[in-house]
């Protein structure tokens, strides 16, 4: 079973930066895509960025040209490097993988979550 334990979260002044760390255990050889979520008080959870096994990226338009998704498979680690925060960044941040199972399933592991705090 994939088990995924993300790092870094913190409080920033608004402009700062913050970088994010996801690490994944268990079968992190089936991981394909990777993502970040975040969910804010009342809010639905929203896709961040994602990252396929091959780094290719999408973003959500309220992060483009702020934020950086990137992995290192050899490390099973998925990284969102935030840049430019902003107050409405303020959220709890979770790392999703997508494992591919050998029937061609595919199931989705979440972590805890990490708490990533804006200030004015």
């Known amino acids: 079973q994939v088990q995924l334990v993300e790092s870094g979260g913190g409080l920033v002044q608004a402009g700062g930066s913050l970088s994010l760390s996801c690490a994944a255990s268990?079968?992190?050889?089936?991981?394909?895509?990777m993502a970040w979520y975040r969910q804010a008080p009342g809010k639905q959870r929203e896709l961040v960025a994602r990252?396929?096994?091959?780094?290719?990226?999408d973003y959500a338009d309220s992060v483009k040209g702020r934020f950086t998704i990137s992995r290192d498979n050899a490390k099973d680690t998925v990284y969102l490097q935030m840049n430019s925060l902003k107050l409405e960044d303020t959220a709890v941040y979770y790392c999703?993988?997508?494992?591919?199972?050998?029937?061609?399933?595919?199931?989705?592991?979440w972590g805890q979550g990490t708490q990533v705090t804006v200030s004015s």
């Open positions: 999703n993988a997508a494992e591919r199972r050998t029937d061609a399933t595919v199931y989705y592991f």
């Open positions: 990252v396929t096994r091959g780094s290719n990226t």
């Open positions: 268990g079968n992190s050889g089936s991981i394909n895509t």
